[in-house]
């Protein structure tokens, strides 16, 4: 059932909110802004800009973004979006060795092209092929809200993605809250 949150309770994200069209040429001075104020949470909030960009909520109840048509600005056609939503854990997920019993998390994004994902500003996946693919793995959630950005390029005819969490626990899943802006 559909609550209004970004995530399902089946882990499948239909919210977000999204920043773009930035061409992929001038990727290195976005990169540096996104990079600055990755732990400033009152840059990822709708209406907020980056790099002359604002930040808008995006929702496809079917769990498949177009993002050609997201109404961003600039052109869709070689550009890079980023995607930003918020999970809450249960619990810390961040020490998996002293816990054995703690449930593994990953965050699967499907998208031809590549994809970089960060969590809580830390890199933990970057998939630079066409792979239809980009797995970030065991993610490290702290026990309350944790950041999640997604980085996606344009290289195919059709660009759309969709991403969900699993767990070995699927019960976890259910357990996460999500936001689109840090509460």
């Not at 990755?38 to 604002?54: I, P």
């Not at 600005?73 to 998996?96: H, I, K, M, T």
Request: proline share 5%; glycine share 8%; hydrophobic share 40%.
């Amino acid at each position: 059932m559909d609550s209004g949150k970004p995530l399902l309770r089946t882990g499948q994200l239909v919210r977000t909110l999204a920043c773009g069209f930035f061409p992929v040429g001038e990727d290195v001075e976005t990169a540096k802004d996104f990079a600055e104020i990755a732990n400033e949470d009152s840059k990822f909030r709708a209406g907020a800009a980056v790099a002359g960009k604002k930040w808008q909520p995006a929702l496809q109840e079917s769990g498949v973004f177009d993002v050609t048509r997201l109404n961003l600005s600039g052109s869709p056609q070689n550009a890079e979006a980023y995607f930003s939503f918020w999970v809450s854990s249960p619990r810390s997920l961040e020490d998996l060795l002293l816990e054995p019993n703690l449930p593994r998390v990953n965050f699967q994004v499907g998208q031809q092209g590549p994809v970089q994902i960060w969590l809580n500003g830390q890199k933990v996946a970057d998939r630079t092929g066409n792979e239809t693919n980009a797995v970030a793995e065991a993610l490290r959630l702290r026990s309350g809200w944790n950041h999640l950005l997604v980085k996606l390029t344009h290289t195919t005819e059709k660009w759309e993605f969709a991403a969900h969490f699993t767990a070995s626990q699927p019960e976890f899943i259910a357990k996460m809250d999500s936001s689109l802006e840090k509460p």
